[in-house]
């Protein structure tokens, strides 16, 4: 459960896009995903999470999809909006965090 | 959701001292952690506070370089001891759920500490 890669590292969206960041993990027994939204000088905030027996979860603007063949999830903005920014984590599990991602929603 | 205030929010120290932070949390909680994110850096989790018993650490964390207390279910301390710059990070308490088992996390604002 160690090994989680984050893409991409930094990424900027003009406000009303969509902004996709995408986690791949390698213990296939791994079954709870949450992400993160870290804004400066802030702890890290938990938006959403999945578990394994569901593909798709979405809460108003964020959705998460999870594939578990392929070891993989990822986080979906739409209707971005300023306030949209910040650094955003995925994890695995409780203890295993991606590299993040820096969000920058341009107005 | 817990509400979760730690203390100090920033310190600025010298090489050879230790620090002691604070997490106190508005409910009773089981589970209460301490990470590590060094400067643009993800998360790094030091230990587990145990309450009423030694806390558990991660590869490269001991305890006589983080000690940890865990003295109730609302309040744990961890000190960064003999600091050098390259402890200069931020320190971060979280909690999950509350008494239950609850894999959901909440994090305190964290302490910036600075190493000269």
């Known amino acids: 459960g160690e090994n989680v890669e984050q893409h991409p590292s930094t990424l900027s969206v003009q406000e009303g896009d969509s902004a996709v960041i995408k986690c791949t993990y390698s213990?296939?027994?791994?079954?709870?995903f949450p992400w993160y939204k870290q804004e400066l000088g802030k702890g890290p905030q938990l938006i959403i999470d999945?578990?394994?027996?569901?593909g798709e979860k979405k809460d108003q603007r964020i959705a998460v999809t999870l594939n578990k063949t392929a070891k993989h999830f990822s986080l979906h903005i739409t209707e971005t909006q300023p306030e949209d920014s910040a650094v955003y984590f995925c994890?695995?599990?409780?203890?295993?965090f991606g590299t993040g991602t820096s969000l920058t929603v341009i107005p | 959701s817990a509400v979760i205030s730690q203390k100090p929010s920033r310190d600025i120290c010298q090489r050879g001292t230790s620090l002691t932070i604070q997490c106190q949390v508005d409910?009773?909680?089981?589970?209460m952690f301490w990470y590590r994110q060094q400067p643009g850096q993800s998360l790094t989790l030091i230990a587990t506070?145990?309450?009423?018993?030694?806390?558990?650490?991660e590869s490269g964390f001991v305890i006589d370089k983080f000690p940890i207390s865990r003295p109730n279910l609302t309040f744990s301390t961890l000190t960064v001891s003999n600091m050098s710059p390259e402890d200069s990070s931020i320190y971060l308490c979280?909690?999950?759920?509350?008494?239950?088992?609850?894999?959901?996390?909440?994090f305190g604002s964290g302490t910036q500490l600075s190493v000269l």
């Open positions: 979280s909690v999950a759920g509350g008494l239950a088992t609850n894999e959901k996390l909440f």
């Open positions: 213990d296939s027994a791994s079954n709870y």
């Open positions: 999945i578990r394994s027996n569901v």
């Open positions: 994890a695995e599990g409780q203890f295993y």
């Open positions: 409910s009773q909680v089981t589970m």
């Open positions: 506070a145990n309450q009423g018993s030694e806390a558990t650490y």
